[in-house]
């Protein structure tokens, strides 16, 4: 009681000496904002100044309150400065929970740093990090950033998830014969538009804004965020002008950054003519040429010119043996072209989580370069930085999204495939021999497609023997066996297959008397994390779709009897779907268990959410079946 | 700490014996038979070999600019799979500050046989090598090789000039691949005398030629990964570390030698010494609770919990101070020397016997008393005496107790700081684990439960289950059982502020069992939070490391309803290690419609040699057996 009237001693003491104090005391924030939030922004003044083809300013003012620890990444400041984008100026004030100031931190106070994970540093890091002795704090950004130079313009996010808004204003100025266009996003926040004689000026004001959730395993946040994206008409980077009014214009833009990256050398040319001439289609050849990319080419991340827009040459790629993303594919399009094959370069956003692109509303929101050869059906895909993928494959970091299509006649908006269980297939078949003992020698064979394959390609196959081992017996939960024996395909086969064999001393999970309990299989066949929840606001994203096929034959030696069997279990659903047989023959002594698991879609919409939970507490009911055998 | 092998270390001084260097193939000049090989025969299925690994270091004296070191390294590899092409991007950070150090004389190539079997060389060119500052203090040289894939063979040498004749830098022999041929060359001045530190397990041939140049090789080299429960691979990694003793030029004298004298040079140290003279201000609010303080512990306490909740700590291990306790207590973000100098200097304010102490957390890397390398430490704690009663503390910690050694410096030696008392002390402490849940479940007729419980975590539990609470992790970790299926329907917690007492969790809980064919299966281990065997490797390297003796004792009662009844009545289990280290006792009885269990895994040891794993691997492997057996009910 005695803490809680100091406060209100302290707190009127406080407010009285300065009314502003207001939005730095925690304490002052309506309980209404507080329900559901980690941080709660109590002001914040953010303008964007366009000033002409290639420059503008940003400037920041954001009081934040920081409830607890799950904000606090909002405590950081950071940016990166490159060519293009320059930090300006910076200050950092940081507020107790009374409102009182502590510290102001100047730009001069903040750690630079040169960042690149590639070989040239990409720009120059600027950070600071206030800490928080405890919370709730408050803190105070101001900063502005000078743009020289334009690509994209800063999107708003009037609320990120977890965090309320007492009050924010976001503006942008522009000259009116600059135009620019705006797109607001999950939210209707329309701007107060003035214009006053050349100068057009956009006003969002939003205030008591309550906070809100973000669901686990529901795509991109991105795609919920109530925000306001901002596209520049004309632009210019560097000495590159550009229009991005339409798809069509960035493609042209693009073509101007590529010209005159694409030629090979003669001798070079006759060498890719010579290394296709016995292909009998085009097909064929671009996958000699793409197959020899794999082999020979490895992805080496260099950002270098127009904010790592400008491809190396083919002809560096050629020579040098490696690339990042757009060099390898302008040179596998040039190598294609030396064999008279037409193809495409894709820029594309490349994530598991990918971000809407609004066919109407052109914009820069790209970090990946593909390549695709157009046919009538079933157009060729090429990832030009996996050495792993098969020939005209994407995985589901590119797959089910839209990118831009790089023609002679500029862009086009198209799609990549869409992703298909069926391509994702796992198949497991294990024979276990059961001593009389409970002993047991197992072998297993799995074949795999698609991701899986993909995964183990990337992380499994070049490990040691014994790595290999950890890594077969973590992964899936493996139980634990005494011996274990792993061989897998040689190369990159398609199915990639793993085969083990396996001793354990104790191959049953435990006993009751002369009853058994063996498991129906020696892994979890099914994984996947659903949360368990009553309501379900946004749908649920698988990683990607897939099925799962697995054969379990227990034969078992004399003395050993059924006691009991689980029931065939049968679980469908449009969107997934398990079944699992077992079987019992007497005369050669063996249990069979089948199982078939079907991931079908990847996103589960809302609605069907306790469907989804269903078909999941089903799954795991079988999982944790027992086969019941009675020792005689 | 009896129970851990030292790993070999050899001190000896620069007098060596014998011969000179191996002779080494040309640069870029390469073995067909290296060309074609497909396996490492000393380390198969390796993703690359490191065939040539060899540093040379010279002292030079350069008019106007004094003693340079001089460092000519070269390195070979072979790539034998994919994952190992990354290899060929070379990023090399140096200390370019003041032109302190540099890096020149780049020099790559590649080797790969072509169709007809002819070695093809690709050389790396000078415009493909960059350079690029990384902060105010560090440089990096960045390339990468052209032309590699599976099968070439690539090499590259640089020369790094550092301006400091000091330190000798270390030199591991080992990587985390397999190295086929490694050599360290030094020439150094007699003026200069250095004592020699090596780790390794397998031979190391020392050579001195007629120049009077040292020699330290080691050949087949097998690679060395990270393994569960071990202080870290860097100090397993087989090496040799040097320290300058003696500086005896004409004209000049300079002689390292003595704890003594260490401690005295960081007294006088601004950064060390000159830290802790500086005042903390604004701790008016500390003033006020150490007035109510009674006893000297008290005060202790108060402290360093002042400090401990008021810093942040921004990872950065450290003995000196950055910008000063001003400074930092200024940010309120500081490194670990920082923190502690403000505990030191705030307890020493209170009349509280507090010092500096140097350690050398775990995985650094333990300290050899004998020789006094400064640089063997890499952080500051207080040590503080109260009468006879010792605290080591680390205000860094946020939840470790005042009255518990920081477990990361437990067992081993550290360096108290103090000219009059100062010197090496051992760390020892009978802290320990210690996690006691007591639960009770109510079944129903339709195998549908509900439950209570009391979980204690006390000693170094406690900080570990408070950080858990105070990161809104402990539900997700409590609900997470095998052969179960749990929801947490409720958590309060006691003791929260008292940290002399176990951190109390009392939760409510309900669920359903697990059945199959008209049985009902009940798991004993419920809330434990041990997950999965974590030894599941055949072999292994580095010494097992548990960090402190542990506890769990689970004592649970299971309520069946009138139409259950025990299928068969469990075995009592008990299980130990030969030497009783490890003693795991399950006891179970039935009282009418009442189960009941005591579940007790006592570690009392806190650690293993390597050798011993095949023992505590397969006493991990039965003791997971033993949790993963259910009490099997059947309907009557």
Redesign the interface.
């Given at each position: 009681m005695k803490n809680v009237i100091s406060i209100g001693v302290l707190l009127f003491i406080a407010v009285s000496a300065n009314a502003q104090l207001d939005i730095y005391s925690a304490l002052t924030i309506p309980d209404s904002l507080k329900k559901a939030a980690d941080m709660v922004i109590r002001d914040e003044y953010t303008k964007f100044t366009l000033k002409d083809l290639n420059s503008a300013k940003l400037e920041v003012h954001k009081v934040v309150t920081i409830l607890n620890?799950?904000a606090k990444e909002e405590l950081d400041f950071f940016f990166h400065s490159d060519k293009f984008h320059v930090l300006d100026d910076a200050e950092i004030k940081v507020y107790d929970l009374l409102g009182q100031k502590?510290?102001t931190?100047s730009k001069k106070e903040m750690?630079?740093?040169?960042y690149?994970e590639g070989?040239?540093?990409e720009g120059k890091l600027t950070y600071f990090?206030?800490?928080?002795?405890?919370y709730p704090i408050t803190v105070e950004f101001n900063y502005s950033i000078k743009f020289k130079g334009i690509l994209s313009f800063p999107s708003n996010y009037f609320q990120i998830p977890y965090q309320a808004v007492q009050h924010s204003v976001f503006e942008v100025e522009a000259p009116a014969d600059l135009s620019f266009r705006y797109k607001i996003l999950n939210c209707n926040y329309q701007p107060e538009i003035t214009k006053k004689g050349n100068i057009d000026l956009y006003r969002w004001d939003t205030k008591n804004l309550t906070a809100y959730k973000f669901e686990k395993h529901s795509g991109a946040s991105e795609n919920y965020i109530p925000k306001v994206l901002l596209a520049p008409n004309k632009f210019q980077l560097d000495e590159y002008d550009g229009d991005m009014t339409s798809w069509k214009n960035f493609g042209d833009w693009i073509n101007k950054l590529y010209q005159k990256t694409s030629e090979l050398k003669d001798d070079r040319k006759l060498f890719y003519a010579d290394m296709v001439k016995n292909a009998g289609t085009d097909i064929e050849k671009a996958a000699i040429l793409y197959r020899y990319l794999q082999?020979?080419m490895?992805y080496?991340s260099?950002q270098l010119g127009i904010g790592g827009w400008r491809p190396f040459t083919a002809g560096f790629v050629d020579?040098?043996?490696?690339g990042d993303c757009k060099a390898l594919s302008n040179y596998l399009k040039s190598a294609l072209d030396a064999v008279g094959i037409k193809s495409n370069l894709i820029i594309i956003y490349r994530d598991y989580q990918y971000k809407n692109v609004d066919e109407k509303f052109p914009m820069n929101d790209f970090n990946h370069v593909l390549l695709c050869i157009p046919q009538p059906k079933d157009t060729v895909w090429l990832e030009c930085t996996s050495?792993t993928l098969p020939f005209s494959y994407l995985d589901e970091t590119t797959l089910n999204r839209k990118g831009v299509m790089i023609t002679d006649n500029g862009g086009v908006l198209v799609n990549t495939p869409k992703s298909n269980y069926k391509n994702n297939t796992e198949s497991i078949r294990t024979n276990i021999d059961v001593t009389d003992e409970g002993e047991a020698k197992a072998v297993t064979s799995c074949k795999l497609q698609g991701e899986g394959r993909d995964i183990l390609l990337m992380r499994f196959?070049?490990?040691?023997?014994?790595?290999k081992?950890?890594y077969f017996?973590?992964s899936n939960?493996w139980k634990?066996p005494?011996i274990l024996d792993i061989t897998t395909s040689a190369g990159k086969g398609n199915p990639y297959t793993v085969d083990a064999k396996m001793a354990y001393e104790?191959i049953f999970?435990?006993k009751?008397?002369n009853?058994y309990?063996f498991e129906p299989r020696l892994y979890r066949v099914f994984n996947e994390d659903i949360p368990?929840t009553e309501k379900r606001v946004s749908d649920y994203y698988f990683t990607y779709p897939y099925q799962s096929i697995d054969t379990t034959v227990y034969h078992f030696a004399q003395g050993f009897n059924v006691?009991?069997?689980?029931k065939d279990k049968s679980v469908n659903f449009s969107f997934a779907t398990y079944n699992c047989v077992y079987k019992w023959d007497m005369a050669t002594r063996t249990v069979s268990v089948y199982a078939a698991l079907q991931i079908k879609e990847r996103i589960i919409a809302a609605a069907d959410y306790s469907k989804l939970l269903s078909f999941k507490k089903q799954v795991t009911?079988d999982m944790?079946?027992?086969l019941?055998m009675k020792k005689e | 700490m009896n129970l851990y092998t030292l790993f070999t270390t050899f001190l000896i001084g620069l007098c060596l014996s014998s011969t000179a260097q191996d002779k080494l193939p040309s640069f870029g000049q390469v073995d067909k038979a290296d060309l074609e090989m497909k396996d490492c025969d000393f380390?198969?299925?390796?993703?690359a070999i490191v065939l040539i690994d060899v540093g040379e270091l010279k002292f030079a004296y350069v008019e106007n600019i004094g003693w340079l070191a001089e460092v000519n390294y070269r390195v070979r590899i072979k790539v034998l799979?994919?994952?190992?092409?990354?290899r060929?991007?070379v990023?090399m950070a140096y200390y370019s500050k003041n032109r302190n150090q540099d890096i020149s004389n780049i020099s790559g190539v590649s080797v790969n046989l072509d169709g007809s079997g002819n070695a093809v060389e690709?050389a790396l060119e000078k415009k493909?090598i960059?350079n690029?500052?990384?902060?105010?203090e560090r440089s990096e040289v960045?390339?990468?090789l052209?032309?590699?894939?599976?099968g070439t063979v690539f090499e590259y040498k640089y020369k790094l000039t550092k301006k400091s004749f000091g330190t000798i830098p270390a030199w591991n022999f080992q990587q985390s691949i397999p190295v086929r041929y490694s050599a360290y060359n030094l020439f150094i001045p007699e003026y200069f005398k250095f004592t020699v530190q090596m780790t390794k397990r397998q031979e190391m041939e020392s050579k001195q030629d007629k120049y009077k140049s040292a020699w330290y090789i080691m050949r087949n080299v097998p690679g060395l990964?990270d393994e569960p429960y071990s202080t870290g691979r860097d100090t397993y990694l087989q090496r040799v570390e040097f320290q300058l003793s003696k500086i005896d030029a004409p004209n000049y004298y300079y002689e390292k030698g003595t704890w003594t004298k260490i401690i005295e040079e960081l007294m006088d140290d601004e950064d060390f010494g000159g830290a802790l003279k500086k005042k903390v201000k604004g701790t008016d609010d500390l003033e006020m609770q150490l007035s109510n303080a009674k006893t000297v512990r008290e005060k202790i306490r108060i402290i360093y919990k002042y400090v401990q909740?008021?810093?942040?700590w921004?990872d950065n291990y450290g003995i000196y101070s950055d910008n000063g306790i001003k400074d930092a207590w200024?940010?309120?973000?500081a490194g670990i020397a920082d923190i502690n100098f403000i505990l030191i200097r705030l307890l020493q304010n209170a009349d509280v016997d507090a010092k500096p102490l140097l350690a050398s957390t775990k995985e650094n890397g333990a300290i050899n008393t004998i020789f006094p390398f400064l640089r063997q430490f890499n952080c500051v704690m207080a040590y503080v005496s109260d009468g006879d009663k010792r605290y080591i503390m680390n205000a860094a910690d946020k939840y470790n107790s005042f009255d518990e050694v920081p477990y990361d410096v437990l067992y081993t030696n550290a360096l108290v700081v103090d000219k009059a008392q100062g010197g090496v002390v051992g760390i020892n402490s009978d802290g320990k684990y210690s996690s006691r849940i007591f639960f009770t479940v109510r079944l129903d007729a339709d195998a549908k439960f509900s439950g209570n419980a009391t979980l204690n975590a006390a000693g170094y539990a406690r900080n570990i289950r408070e950080s858990t609470y105070?990161?809104?992790k402990l539900k997700s970790l409590l609900e997470d059982n095998e052969?179960i299926a749990i929801?947490v329907d409720s958590i309060s917690v006691k003791n929260e502020k008292d940290e002399l007492l176990p951190f109390e969790q009392n939760i409510q809980f309900s669920g359903a069992i697990?059945s199959?064919?008209?049985?009902f299966?009940l798991p004993y281990g419920l809330f434990t939070g041990m997950g999965?065997?974590p030894f599941?490797?055949?072999?292994r390297v580095m010494d097992i490391d548990f960090d402190y003796p542990k506890k769990f004792v689970i004592t649970g009662s299971y309520v069946l309803p009138e139409n259950f009844t025990v299928?068969?009545l469990?075995k009592n289990v008990k299980m130990l290690l030969p030497d009783t280290s490890i003693v795991l006792i399950r006891q179970t009885q039935v009282d009418d419609n009442i189960i009941s269990f005591r579940f007790t895994l006592d570690f009392s040891a806190p650690g293993y040699a390597a050798e011993s794993y095949p023992y505590i691997k397969e006493f991990f492997?039965k003791m997971?057996?033993v949790l993963?057996?259910?009490i099997?009910l059947k309907k009557k």
């Open positions: 620890d799950n502590k510290n931190y750690t630079s740093l040169n690149g070989l040239v540093p990090d206030v800490a928080a002795p405890s082999n020979n490895r080496v260099i020579e040098k043996k490696y050495t196959h070049d490990m040691k023997d014994d790595e081992r950890k017996i973590m939960e634990q005494d104790k999970s435990f009751a008397g009853k309990f368990e006691e009991n069997l689980p009911d944790n079946e027992k019941v | 380390d198969p299925g390796a993703e799979k994919a994952s190992a092409l990354n060929a991007q990023k690709a493909s960059f690029k500052q990384i902060d105010k960045s390339f990468a052209p032309d590699v894939r599976i990964k909740s008021n810093m942040q921004n200024d940010k309120k973000n105070k990161s809104s052969g929801k697990q199959s064919g008209g049985y299966f999965k065997n599941v490797e055949d072999n299928s068969d469990p492997k997971y057996e993963d057996e259910r099997v």
